[in-house]
C-alpha cells in the first residue's frame, strides 16, 4: 500500500506537469484548499511568531498609533509630514481604540489582533495571484502560484508584521486583475480601468514606490494607443489619492500631497545616509528569497511574458530597476515585487520547459530542483511562524508590564549601542530620557508649552551603555521625578564590569527574573555572533 502510493506521487511530479514542479490535473486541490493552507499557517504565526522584524513595523507604525491614542502628538507636532503611510497608522489607531472601547489594553493581546488582521487581509494575496493566473494561463499554473503565495518562506511571516511593503501588495494585485480580466471581455468598459487606477492609489498610499506600477501599467496602455482606457486609469488614480492621501494632508499639514512632497525632498536629501549597495543587490535578494535554483527558473519565465502581460511585466521591470538605481538598497523594499516574479515566472517557465529540448530530457533534475525548492520551503515557513523576533526587546518590557507599581526602568546594554526600546509593551505612556531632552519627536516640549501632566502611570525608560557614565545617568535620575524599579541587563558578556558599574548606583540589586532568547535568536548569534549578540536579558529589582 505505501509502496503504491510512493508510486503515485511520483507519477505526478514526473509527468508533462512536473515541469513546473506541480501534479497532474487530477492532483490538483482547489483553491479553497489553498486558502485553508495559507490561513492555517499564517494565523500559526499570529499566535507565536510575536515581537517585530523591524524598526519600521513597530515604531513607524505601533508607537505612533498608540501614542495617538493616549494623546500624543506624534507625527503631528513636527514642521514637516511623516515619511511614513498615515492612513496605515490610522487603520491602527482604529483598532487600538475598538479593543481599549471593549477592554483590552494588554499590548500582548493588541498585538495578537493585529497580527490575524494581517493574516486574514494576506489572503488576498494568494487569491488574486491565483486568479491573474488562472486569466493569463490556467488552473495549472495558477494552483502552483497558489501555493507559492500561500508558503514560500518568507509570505506567511512578513504577512502577520506591520509592514507597509506586504500591505500595499493586494490592492495592486487587485488592480492588474481588474485590467487582464477586461482585456479579455469582448464588451470594452472604461469603468474596470477606473477602478484598477483607484486600487493602484489605494497601493500608492500605503507604499509610494508602487506608483511605478500603476506607471508601467499606464505607459503600456499609451504604447497600445487605449486612450480612454490610459486616461480612465489615471483619473481613477488621481481620484483614489487625493480622497485618502490629499485629505489627510489637508486635514493635518499644509496642503494636499504635502506628505509625497516631504517624503521625496527627505529621501534626495538622505539617499545615502541608508543601507546601501551595487545596482545588482536586489537581483541578488530575488535569486536568495525565492530559493536557488527555482529563483533562476522564475526569472527566467518572468523575462519571456513581456508580450504575455504586458502591464505586469513593464510594471514589475520598472519597480525593480528603479529600484536598482537608488542607492538605498534595504532588502524588504523589493517585497512588493516578489509576487508579480512568482506568478509571470511560472507561467513564462512552463512555456519554456514545454518547447525546450533540455528539459524535456531531463525532467528528474528539474523534478529534484521543486522538490528541493518545497521541503526547504515547508521547513523555513513553519519555522519562521513560530519565530520570537525581538524577543530580547519585547519580552522584558511584556514582563515589566505586569507590575503595578512602576515608575522607571533603566535598559543596560554593556558594551553595544543602545537600541531603541518598544516601549508599547510597557503597556502604558512611557519615553526614554536622554540627555535632558526627552524624545527626539519632541511630544514633550508639546507637552510643557501646553502644561499638560503625563498620565499618573506614566513610566520613564532610561539608558547605560559605554557612552553614557553612571555619573551621567544619576544626573538624569535625579533631574526626573520618576525613579527606576527595574534594572534590565541585556547580554551575559562583560558582566563584572557592567554589574560593578550598576552597583554604583544601585547597590542593592536583587535579580528577579531571566529571560532565555528564542531558538531563532540563538541560531543567529552561533551563525554570526559578531552581527547578532548575545540575546539573555537579566531582569534586577532595585531595592
Known amino acids: 500500500m505505501q509502496s503504491t502510493t510512493k508510486s503515485t506521487v511520483a507519477k505526478a511530479f514526473t509527468a508533462d506537469a512536473a515541469t513546473l514542479g506541480q501534479p497532474q490535473e487530477r492532483y490538483l486541490i482547489p483553491l479553497s484548499t489553498i486558502l485553508i493552507i495559507a490561513l492555517a ?16 513595523d513597530h515604531f513607524d507604525v505601533i508607537t505612533i498609533a498608540q501614542g495617538w491614542l493616549n494623546g500624543f502628538p506624534l507625527w503631528l507636532n513636527e514642521p514637516m509630514p511623516p515619511r511614513h503611510s498615515m492612513l496605515y497608522v490610522l487603520l491602527h489607531y ?59 518562506w518568507f509570505m506567511p511571516f512578513m504577512s502577520v508584521r506591520n509592514l507597509v511593503e506586504m500591505v500595499c501588495i493586494p490592492p495592486y494585485l487587485a488592480a492588474f486583475y481588474l485590467m487582464v480580466k477586461q482585456e479579455q471581455t469582448e464588451k470594452k468598459q472604461w469603468l474596470p480601468y477606473f477602478g484598477a487606477g483607484f486600487l493602484f492609489a489605494l497601493a ?31 483619473l481613477g488614480f488621481a481620484v483614489g489619492a487625493f480622497l485618502v492621501q490629499g485629505l489627510i494632508d489637508i486635514i493635518f499639514f499644509d496642503y494636499p500631497f504635502h506628505s509625497i512632497v516631504a517624503y521625496y525632498q527627505y529621501n534626495s536629501e538622505h539617499a545615502n545616509d541608508f543601507s546601501s549597495g551595487p545596482v545588482y543587490r536586489f537581483a541578488l535578494t530575488i535569486l536568495g528569497f525565492l530559493v536557488p535554483p527555482v529563483s533562476a527558473f522564475l526569472v527566467v519565465g518572468y523575462a519571456r511574458t513581456a508580450k504575455l502581460a504586458p502591464a505586469l511585466f513593464w510594471g514589475g521591470l520598472i519597480f525593480f530597476v528603479a529600484h536598482s538605481l537608488f542607492p538605498n538598497k534595504q532588502e524588504r523594499f523589493i517585497l512588493p515585487l516578489l509576487p508579480l516574479i512568482m506568478i509571470l515566472g511560472v507561467i ?54 505586569e507590575k503595578q507599581n512602576l515608575d ?13 526600546p518598544p516601549l508599547f509593551y510597557l503597556g502604558r505612556s512611557s519615553a526614554v530620557y536622554d540627555k535632558y531632552i526627552i524624545d527626539e519627536d519632541m511630544v514633550w516640549e508639546e507637552y510643557l508649552h501646553c502644561q499638560k501632566q503625563l498620565p499618573p502611570d506614566f513610566v520613564m525608560a532610561y539608558t547605560l551603555n559605554k557612552d553614557k557614565t553612571p555619573q551621567e545617568l544619576q544626573q538624569e535620575i535625579s533631574a526626573s521625578p520618576y525613579k527606576p ?5 541585556v547580554g551575559t558578556k562583560d558582566m563584572d564590569e557592567r554589574m ?22 540563538r541560531l543567529l548569534h552561533l551563525l554570526n555572533p559578531r552581527v547578532h549578540k548575545d540575546e539573555h536579558v537579566q531582569i534586577y529589582k532595585v531595592r
Do not use: C
Open 485 to 489: 524599579d527595574y534594572v534590565v541587563v
Open 348 to 401: 513564462g517557465w512552463q512555456q519554456f520547459v514545454r518547447e525546450s529540448g533540455f528539459w524535456q530530457n531531463r525532467r528528474k533534475l528539474l523534478a529534484a530542483s521543486w522538490i528541493f525548492f518545497w521541503v526547504l520551503n515547508l521547513l523555513a515557513t513553519t519555522g519562521m511562524a513560530l519565530t520570537y523576533t525581538k524577543k530580547s526587546r519585547v519580552a522584558p518590557l511584556v514582563y515589566l508590564s
Open 94 to 152: 482604529g483598532i487600538f481604540y475598538t479593543l481599549e472601547a471593549a477592554g483590552i489594553f494588554s499590548p500582548e493581546v493588541k498585538m495578537t489582533v493585529v497580527r490575524v488582521v494581517h493574516a486574514l487581509y494576506s489572503l488576498l494575496v494568494v487569491y488574486f495571484g491565483y486568479k491573474l493566473t488562472e486569466r493569463l494561463s490556467g488552473k495549472a499554473n495558477a494552483r502552483l502560484v497558489g501555493l507559492m503565495l500561500a508558503l514560500v
Open 204 to 234: 500608492f498610499v500605503f507604499r509610494y514606490h508602487t506608483v511605478l506600477f500603476g506607471a508601467g501599467a499606464g505607459l503600456v496602455l499609451l504604447y497600445q494607443r487605449k486612450w480612454r482606457e490610459a486616461v480612465a486609469v489615471l
Open 41 to 56: 499557517i499564517r494565523l500559526l504565526a499570529a499566535f507565536f511568531s510575536k515581537g517585530f522584524a523591524f524598526s519600521d
Open 408 to 420: 522607571g526602568v533603566v535598559l543596560e546594554f554593556g558594551n553595544h549601542s543602545v537600541k531603541k
Open 500 to 521: 560593578a558599574r550598576l552597583h554604583q548606583l544601585f547597590p542593592r540589586l536583587a535579580l528577579e527574573h531571566t529571560i532565555n532568547p528564542s531558538l531563532y535568536d
